[in-house]
């Protein structure tokens, strides 16, 4: 088995150049005691700001997305071969904020996964189920369809360059986290998924990260778990305190 512990952080729509350089700052001044690997995603106005800055540090910048087409008349849009002409090693795909508000389906993310890895980009996949299905029992369901539409059509040699994130939407931003068991729970679920429709090496190598309200009180108890490697930060990434204890927590 030769997983990682993996903590990001997912920055959003926050933090100016500035602000982006005074935490950055403050992250590389931290101590990090556990043996988590260590991403921050800024804005992509910043990632250029973001890799300089941490050039021969440990860590690293994902990008919060990418389009999937290679170039062309896509106003605004940002593809792969940009993110990696400034550095970029890791795209978060298929957040439930770019699933909600910008209308990102499957098959749309399949096409995002092939071009990411097709530049050599390893992917932070995010997936998880909204509080009706949760309600309604459907849970694992929803979160089977997500994986199987999306990812499921990669080889396993494919499934190195992917680290998945499982963040229940009713989780995010709310202050409410899914618990301990509900994250192993799941976890276990998405490992047995992954080793039916693969084998099992596929299934013990991939790192699963949980997101959704993970801070420094709650951080040790969720990454005790067997099947959770990881989290998937978002509003205790923008203090370096906190992430960093975060980080800390395995
Ligand atoms: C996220 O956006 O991926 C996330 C987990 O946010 P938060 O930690 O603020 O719930």
């Known amino acids: ?10 920055w ?3 933090n100016t150049q500035a602000e982006t350089t005074a935490l950055i700052s403050d992250l590389t001044q931290k101590e990090k005691t556990s043996n988590a690997e260590v991403i921050i995603a800024p804005t992509s106005i910043n990632l250029y700001t973001a890799v300089s800055q941490l050039e021969g540090s440990s860590i690293q910048v994902a990008a919060q997305n990418m389009h999937q ?30 699933r909600a508000y910008f ?13 990411a890895l097709s530049h050599g980009l390893r992917i932070i996949f995010c997936f998880g189920e909204e509080l009706d299905d949760r309600k309604n029992g459907k849970h694992f369901d929803i979160v089977e369809s ?46 047995k998924t992954v080793s039916e429709s693969y084998d099992v090496t596929t299934a013990n190598n991939v790192s699963i990260l949980y ?40």
């Not at 088995?1 to 997912?10: C, D, E, F, Q």
């Not at 360059?161 to 192993?184: D, H, K, R």
Request: no cysteine.
């Open 69 to 98: 087409a290679e170039n062309g008349a896509y106003t605004g849009e940002i593809s792969a071969s940009m993110l990696k002409d400034v550095g970029i090693q890791t795209v978060i795909l298929g957040h439930s904020e770019r």
């Open 103 to 115: 209308y990102e389906n499957d098959t749309l993310l399949a096409q995002k996964v092939n071009t």
């Open 211 to 250: 997101g959704g309200s993970v801070k420094p009180a709650n951080a040790k108890e969720i990454f005790s778990k067997p099947d959770v490697d990881g989290g998937l930060i978002g509003g205790a990434a923008l203090k370096a305190d906190d992430f960093f204890a975060i980080v800390n927590a395995f």
């Open 1 to 10: 088995m030769s997983r990682k512990h993996i903590v990001a952080g997912n």
């Open 12 to 14: 959003k729509m926050n």
């Open 146 to 191: 997500q994986l199987k539409n999306a990812i499921f059509h990669l080889t396993s040699d494919q499934w190195s360059q992917i680290i998945l994130a499982y963040e229940p939407v009713w989780a995010i931003g709310t202050g409410e986290t899914a618990s301990p068991e509900q994250a192993q729970e799941m976890h276990a679920f998405i490992r």
